[in-house]
């Protein structure tokens, strides 16, 4: 959320309610190196194999370069995020005056980190959804055409270019001056709008978790009733929604949980020194986390692979089972 590029070094909810997070800095260039070198590989690795498929296209193949091309808008705002925190770092360790980046580069680096994370997040749904419709409602074809695939992905573009903009919109509206990327929870007259933009960003989790998880447990409930040798056919569809399940949850719901406590904490709407602390403290690690699903997302693709390549059975405008 807005609070990821940090200025201040500790926090204090009360006098004596203080933590040291300065190692952030230094962790957060090491993880966003390694993050840019396996995201630019592997994500460059899928894109290339979507572009020499035949024009075969499946439904699963076209959520997938979606998801691809939302983790390649994070890829390359790795490099100024690296950028910044080096010089944080170094003004830091050299007690000189703060280093600020202008609010140009704020509102780029926010646009595109939020443009991949919500990205991700809706197209992950979308390919849970499309097992879903595959095998609890097989005979609904047509909700799983390309062409609806694509309608569906334009659409999804939309929104998130919507809320990646409304969120460093926020920013700007409560910050007069660009001394920092960040807004101050601490201050009141911040309160407000860091409060719509934390509901804001917590509905664009929380929606999408519940509908992956209806999707999940009716492909399983359905599975369950099936006779062995008809459940052998969907193994890859459950490889796949496990996978889905996997990055969606582990990526996801720690950095959403941390940043609920985080910004309570910071508002005084919880009054807690144990968890402002330990909210604080592991701030720049579940943002990492998150950020690995550019990383992790290709393994859908390589577990999806026979998904994304099988030739419809009917008209060649229609997903694959």
Same mark, same amino acid.
């Given at each position: 959320?807005?609070m990821?590029l940090?200025n201040?070094?500790? $926090?204090?909810i009360?006098?004596?309610?203080?933590?040291?997070?300065? /190692?952030?800095?230094?962790?957060?260039?090491i993880s966003?190196?390694?993050?840019?070198?396996?995201?630019?590989v592997?994500?460059?690795?899928?894109?290339?194999?979507?572009?020499?498929?035949?024009?075969? /296209?499946?439904?699963t193949?076209?959520?997938?370069?979606n998801l691809?091309?939302?983790?390649?808008f994070?890829?390359?705002?790795?490099?100024?995020? !690296? /950028?910044? /925190?080096?010089? %944080?770092?170094?003004t830091?360790?050299? =007690?000189?005056?703060?280093?600020?980046p202008?609010?140009?580069?704020?509102?780029l680096?926010?646009?595109? %980190?939020? !443009?991949?994370?919500?990205?991700?997040?809706?197209?992950?749904?979308?390919?849970?959804?499309?097992?879903?419709?595959?095998?609890?409602? &097989?005979?609904?074809? =047509?909700? +799983?055409?390309?062409r609806?695939?694509?309608?569906?992905?334009?659409? @999804?573009w939309?929104?998130?270019?919507?809320?990646?903009?409304?969120?460093?919109?926020?920013?700007?509206?409560?910050?007069?001056?660009?001394?920092?990327?960040?807004?101050?929870?601490?201050?009141?007259?911040?309160?407000t !709008? $860091?409060?719509a933009a934390?509901g804001?960003?917590q509905i664009a989790?929380?929606l999408?978790?519940?509908?992956?998880?209806?999707?999940?447990c009716? @492909?399983?409930?359905?599975?369950? +009733?099936l006779?062995?040798? +008809? %459940? $052998?056919?969907?193994?890859?569809?459950?490889t796949? !929604?496990?996978?889905?399940?996997?990055?969606?949850?582990?990526?996801?719901? &720690?950095? =959403?949980?941390?940043?609920?406590?985080?910004?309570?904490?910071q508002?005084?709407?919880?009054?807690?020194?144990?968890?402002?602390?330990v909210t604080k403290?592991?701030?720049?690690?579940?943002?990492s986390?998150?950020s690995?699903?550019?990383?992790?997302?290709?393994? $859908?693709?390589?577990?999806?692979?026979?998904?994304? =390549?099988k030739?419809p059975?009917?008209? +060649?405008?229609?997903?694959?089972?």
């Open positions: 959320m807005i990821d940090q201040t070094t500790y $926090i204090s009360q006098a004596n309610c203080t933590v040291d997070t300065s /190692y952030r800095f230094t962790y957060y260039k966003y190196s390694v993050i840019f070198i396996f995201g630019v592997s994500n460059a690795t899928v894109l290339r194999r979507f572009c020499r498929m035949p024009q075969t /296209y499946t439904s193949a076209i959520y997938m370069a691809a091309a939302a983790d390649i994070f890829v390359n705002s790795l490099p100024l995020r !690296i /950028y910044y /925190y080096h010089n %944080k770092a170094a830091t360790s050299n =007690h000189t005056n703060d280093w600020s202008g609010g140009a580069f704020c509102q680096t926010f646009t595109l %980190k939020y !443009i991949s994370l919500y990205g991700g997040i809706f197209f992950l749904v979308c390919i849970g959804v499309d097992r879903y419709f595959a095998v609890v409602h &097989p005979l609904h074809q =047509h909700l +799983r055409k390309v609806t695939a694509r309608m569906r992905s334009f659409g @999804i939309c929104l998130v270019l919507a809320l990646s903009l409304t969120l460093p919109f926020l920013y700007s509206a409560a910050s007069r001056w660009n001394k920092s990327c960040l807004l101050d929870p601490s201050s009141k007259r911040h309160h !709008i $860091i409060l934390l804001l960003v989790y929380l999408p978790a519940l509908l992956l998880l209806f999707s999940y009716s @492909i399983l409930s359905v599975l369950c +009733r006779p062995h040798c +008809r %459940k $052998i056919r969907h193994r890859c569809t459950l796949v !929604i496990y996978w889905v399940l996997v990055v969606f949850f582990v990526c996801f719901t &720690p950095y =959403h949980l941390n940043l609920l406590g985080y910004t309570l904490t508002v005084c709407l919880v009054q807690s020194c144990g968890l402002a602390q403290v592991l701030h720049p690690v579940v943002l986390l998150a690995t699903n550019c990383c992790l997302n290709p393994l $859908i693709y390589y577990f999806s692979s026979s998904l994304v =390549h030739e059975t009917g008209s +060649r405008g229609s997903a694959s089972q």
